[in-house]
């Protein structure tokens, strides 16, 4: 990837990331919806505070962009909302990831996690209240979309991040700390913790383009790749970053006994990895040409980030 | 209530529940669906716990038995589908109710609480996997119903317990330990906490039936009506039952320093209060006659239960 489309990309991603943020503020306000009772100041300023942190957004941009590529010329507020809807989820995983019984992190983004500026129990609840969300702001007719196409939605989202999926991929990663799980282990609970989320992500900018099966499938594919280099290159950020560029503790997969496919095969391994994922992303949005070259360059992005 | 409508109706629960206990138990197989990579085991079985322990399954009997009443003729697989959805939104609820930094129990309905006989992360995760699971029942293909009925159900489902309703009601009960609140803040509590739900599941009853929006909000009047008549029985029989009728301890909440209409107006007011609300819950009946003997029924056993 060249600088200028390198700083192309940043530009796009950081744009798009602004619109999230500025349509979560609005989905995340304390007045009561019809349905609602009342909406407790506490909960929603602990959903704020698990939310509102300045996160990168990717799985939104994944989202948007995919949906721009294949519909053009549908307004983007329907892509909006789903991205919108698909970052609550991801955020309420890292609530409750962070939580004491889980991952016990007291910080996320240099910030103080849900339970250490709140308590527990308003973590749960706020982690709780946001996956329930996610699937209000789906359901609702905001949603300017057919009903069909925001079930659809609200299904795949519902198997990417559940027991089958994301949830589940917690706690094979629960179970698998301490222990030393073989390669097939470690490739599934990735592709269901965080693999699943981001193939969602594509896969659901295709429902709301309205796209064919042939269509949704590739771009699904293409989500996978990229999920699965995400996590490669998480991995070899935690095997190779020094502290400062990271930004976090290096080396905390193997200080909580976590196998990882990079520290599995090593450094040049995983780059090649890498390498051929970022060629298989790209090949599959061969067909759509110039178009696909925001999505070309998050598949690139995603490979080579570091931090 | 003769005994033998009271017979009468203890048998259709039973029912009912032995139906939705069927559907349960086939929907938390450990076999992975379409979008789905694979169920963790022990996570299943996390579920299973939590859903599979003999509930009455009130919820789905209300859903039901309204879906039967406003559309005889339409196949009941939808409103069980619907009914198990909701119950599995239930007994997540429980099973975070339970967790220690919540209301921290061991046991429920005389078996470990799911982090007692798993452990706390595994209790976590599988309440957000049954909270997620609840949403793929409802959107899946498998539930009969046009796109636009299982839309309006999940939008209701996510309004009623999430920040608005179930969700922000535990929130606010666990702000008022310990404090005094007053009468207004406690009818909120409990009508966020337990009545939005069970208001839900006669709303959603009609909505399955393709209830006209009179309809419709007729029968979520009536669940509101026996929601809080649910709340106030438990509140009596909290302060007045014996253990052993009880089957667990009573005086929980004045030992939590959690105020109850009951405890602030006396066992008199509060049977007062009750009868009213059976009346109005029956008043909302009178349109279907004796068709709605059930939900009739109903009303009098939520309002006249000794455990």
Same mark, same amino acid.
């Given at each position: 990837?060249? /600088?200028?489309?390198? !700083?192309?990309?940043?530009?796009?991603?950081?744009?798009?990331?602004?619109? #999230?943020?500025?349509?979560?503020?609005?989905?995340?306000?304390?007045?009561?919806?019809?349905?609602?009772?009342?909406?407790?100041?506490?909960?929603?300023?602990?959903?704020?505070?698990? #939310?509102? $942190?300045?996160?990168?957004?990717?799985?939104?941009?994944?989202?948007?962009?995919? +949906?721009?590529?294949?519909?053009? /010329?549908? @307004?983007?507020?329907?892509?909006?909302?789903? +991205?919108?809807?698909?970052?609550?989820?991801?955020?309420? !995983?890292?609530?409750?990831?962070?939580?004491?019984?889980?991952?016990?992190?007291?910080?996320?983004?240099?910030?103080? =996690? #849900?339970?250490?500026?709140?308590?527990?129990?308003?973590?749960?609840?706020?982690?709780?209240?946001?996956?329930?969300?996610?699937?209000?702001?789906?359901?609702?007719?905001?949603?300017?979309?057919?009903?069909?196409?925001?079930?659809?939605?609200?299904?795949?989202?519902?198997?990417?991040?559940?027991?089958?999926?994301?949830?589940?991929? *917690?706690?094979?990663?629960?179970?698998?700390?301490?222990?030393?799980?073989?390669? !097939?282990?470690?490739?599934?609970? *990735?592709?269901? /913790?965080?693999?699943?989320?981001?193939?969602?992500?594509?896969?659901?900018?295709?429902?709301?383009?309205?796209?064919? *099966?042939?269509?949704?499938?590739?771009? +699904?594919?293409?989500?996978?790749?990229?999920?699965?280099?995400?996590?490669?290159?998480?991995?070899?950020?935690?095997?190779?970053?020094?502290?400062?560029?990271?930004?976090? !503790?290096?080396?905390? @997969?193997?200080?909580?006994? /976590?196998?990882?496919?990079?520290?599995?095969?090593?450094?040049?391994? =995983?780059?090649?990895?890498?390498?051929?994922?970022?060629?298989? +992303?790209?090949?599959?949005?061969?067909?759509?040409?110039?178009?696909?070259?925001?999505?070309?360059?998050?598949?690139?992005?995603?490979?080579?980030?570091? $931090?």
């Amino acid at each position: 990837m060249t /600088k200028d489309s390198e !700083s192309g990309f940043g530009e796009a991603l950081g744009r798009r990331a602004q619109q #999230v943020e500025t349509l979560l503020r609005q989905l995340l306000h304390n007045r009561p919806l019809s349905g609602e009772i009342d909406r407790p100041e506490r909960l929603m300023a602990a959903m704020r505070h698990g #939310v509102l $942190n300045g996160g990168k957004r990717l799985r939104p941009f994944l989202l948007i962009e995919t +949906a721009a590529l294949l519909a053009p /010329k549908q @307004d983007e507020s329907a892509a909006l909302r789903a +991205a919108a809807a698909l970052e609550c989820v991801h955020c309420y !995983s890292l609530i409750h990831d962070d939580l004491p019984a889980m991952d016990n992190d007291d910080l996320r983004r240099g910030q103080p =996690t #849900v339970h250490r500026a709140f308590d527990e129990a308003t973590a749960i609840l706020a982690g709780d209240a946001l996956l329930t969300l996610a699937f209000a702001i789906l359901a609702d007719d905001e949603m300017d979309l057919p009903a069909e196409r925001r079930t659809a939605l609200i299904l795949e989202l519902a198997r990417a991040s559940g027991v089958g999926g994301m949830v589940g991929g *917690q706690m094979l990663d629960l179970a698998g700390e301490g222990t030393l799980p073989g390669e !097939s282990e470690i490739i599934r609970t *990735q592709a269901m /913790k965080t693999g699943a989320l981001i193939r969602f992500a594509c896969e659901a900018g295709a429902i709301t383009a309205g796209a064919g *099966q042939e269509e949704r499938e590739r771009m +699904a594919e293409f989500g996978s790749a990229i999920g699965l280099a995400f996590q490669l290159a998480d991995d070899l950020l935690d095997l190779t970053a020094d502290a400062a560029t990271l930004g976090k !503790s290096p080396g905390k @997969d193997a200080a909580a006994g /976590k196998a990882t496919l990079a520290a599995l095969h090593g450094e040049e391994w =995983t780059r090649r990895q890498l390498g051929g994922l970022i060629e298989q +992303a790209h090949a599959l949005l061969e067909p759509f040409g110039d178009r696909a070259g925001l999505l070309r360059a998050a598949a690139s992005f995603v490979a080579t980030r570091d $931090n």
